[in-house]
């Protein structure tokens, strides 16, 4: 029966626990294939994407499937076919995603996103690579709090204007007066 396996040692056990408990606690996670990567390469990725607060872990696909078993995740178990590593997601889910095209980019797809899991639904292909391509949540604080200064940026030079025409005024006023 596919997806099914028998958890002969403790060790097994303690797997299916800890990757049970990683999707428990992420924001979401992407299911990625990669091949050919060096250990060094992949070292550095892992830390480039510790600094975007996520996690790559080198999974078994079968201890994968079992920790998502009976878990709104169940669906992600298809992808789970050859070299599989499992992007967890702590915060912002944009980023990783945007960390690990941008590593396959530079190294010749190395490593692709086939799928992923956030806000309670499996993404396909496409969607969870569409997400690498989103702002992310940084860049879209940064962009409403832009569109809210905006106005306020051009009110006060507005007021600016019209304090600085007033004091011009009065000045040409006591200049005109002293002079009278």
Same mark, same amino acid.
């Given at each position: 029966? !596919? ?40 070292? &550095?990725?892992? +830390? ?38 499992? $992007? ?9 995603? !945007?960390?690990? !095209? ?11 996103? !086939? ?7 499996? $993404? ?7 997400? &690498? ?20 940026? +051009?009110?006060?030079?507005? $007021? ?21």
């Amino acid at each position: 029966m !596919k997806g099914v396996c028998v958890l002969p040692t403790e060790e097994k056990r303690q797997a299916v626990a800890e990757l049970r408990a990683a999707i428990e606690q992420c924001t979401g996670f992407y299911v990625t294939e990669f091949s050919g990567i060096r250990v060094n390469n992949m070292n &550095a990725l892992r +830390g480039t994407i510790a600094g975007v607060d996520a996690n790559l872990v080198v999974v078994k696909n079968s201890l994968f499937r079992l920790a998502v078993a009976d878990t709104p995740a169940a669906g992600i178990s298809d992808l789970m076919i050859g070299p599989r590593a499992v $992007l967890f997601c702590y915060g912002d889910a944009v980023a990783p995603a !945007k960390v690990i !095209k941008e590593f396959g980019d530079k190294n010749n797809a190395a490593i692709t996103i !086939k799928g992923g899991f956030g806000e309670g639904r499996v $993404l396909d292909e496409a969607q969870a690579n569409r997400m &690498a391509t989103l702002p992310s949540r940084e860049e879209l604080i940064a962009s409403v709090v832009g569109g809210i200064a905006a106005p306020v940026t +051009g009110l006060v030079f507005t $007021l600016n204007g019209i304090v600085s025409d007033f004091v011009y005024t009065l000045q040409a006023v006591a200049d005109q007066k002293q002079s009278a």
